[in-house]
């Protein structure tokens, strides 16, 4: 069996998404413990931004800090936006960070406010200070933007190109706003894949038309073996109008179980986490995977 790797990204993608109320910081660690319980080995735990600009994430390096001691088996990361993030990052003890450029030049200066040019030198600015630091590049908007719309394959090739160049070998590759589909999906990693075969490709897609799932799996059997997905789906982006919720990851482990790929996770387990933030947390969930009660195995 082949060994998908699910990323959860719920402690940051799906808490940010939440401005109903805060969030304490004790909800959080429970439900990222119930998480860590059901098996899954990597975890997005938190944004090292501003608390102004995401008020959920003020509490990054304690949240951080709690986490890297009481599960030293679990792989954490964090997302920064910039130098001081991941510069916080480092400090609170991690290793492993991503950042955010977007191919949509415009969608890049409504999220991070910079140009690409000044993406790719705060990138390089990053890189000289940590070379231990893992850095992956979430690259968001690779299939659509709500301000350019569809995106090309060929476009999308050749940003990936600029920033191996700069020296980045993990990329995040994004459906920010949920309008990528089957066809579009396998052109892009396949292109990607067969450009650059040194570097790795992961796949993070929004369920904004409920085709998360799909296109996840569409990902998979390009050759993918990292997909990045939220508890109940719970997110969205808040810098991209019309962007819903994501991928479930207990709805992902679900089909990647009964399509005989193993995952190393507890389905039922996971199920109960899901349960446990419905509960806790009230937010933007993707519909039909809020769960109040767990499925038959």
Not at 87 to 111: F, P, R, W
């Amino acid at each position: 069996m082949k060994h998908i790797n699910i990323v959860e990204t719920g402690p940051r993608d799906g808490f940010q998404s939440v401005s109903c109320h805060m969030i304490p910081t004790e909800t959080k660690l429970e439900i990222i413990g119930a998480i860590v319980d059901a098996g899954v080995k990597r975890i997005q735990c938190t944004s090292f931004v501003s608390p102004k600009a995401i008020p959920q994430m003020h509490d990054a390096a304690e949240v951080t800090r709690t986490l890297l001691e009481k599960y030293p088996d679990v792989s954490f990361f964090a997302l920064v936006p910039n130098f001081r993030g991941a510069e916080a990052a480092v400090q609170a003890g991690l290793d492993s960070v991503s950042t955010v450029i977007s191919l949509s030049a415009s969608h890049n200066m409504n999220n991070v406010r910079r140009t690409h040019q000044q993406s790719f030198d705060e990138l390089e600015r990053i890189l000289d200070a940590f070379p231990e630091l893992k850095v992956e590049i979430d690259v968001a908007t690779a299939f659509g933007c709500p301000f350019e719309g569809q995106m090309d394959v060929g476009r999308l090739v050749e940003f990936v190109g600029k920033l191996e160049r700069i020296g980045v070998r993990d990329f995040n590759i994004c459906d920010t706003i949920g309008v990528a589909y089957p066809v579009q999906v396998r052109q892009a990693f396949s292109e990607l894949m067969e450009a650059f075969p040194e570097a790795h490709f992961s796949a993070h897609i929004h369920d904004t038309r409920n085709m998360g799932i799909l296109n996840s799996y569409e990902a998979i059997r390009c050759g993918v073996d990292t997909v990045q997905t939220t508890l109940g789906g719970l997110g969205g982006c808040p810098f991209a109008p019309g962007a819903t919720g994501n991928t479930a990851t207990e709805d992902l482990v679900y089909l990647l179980d009964r399509e005989g790929y193993e995952t190393g996770i507890d389905q039922r387990a996971l199920l109960r986490a899901a349960k446990l933030q419905v509960e806790k947390i009230p937010g933007n969930y993707s519909g039909h995977h809020i769960l109040i009660q767990e499925r038959p195995a």
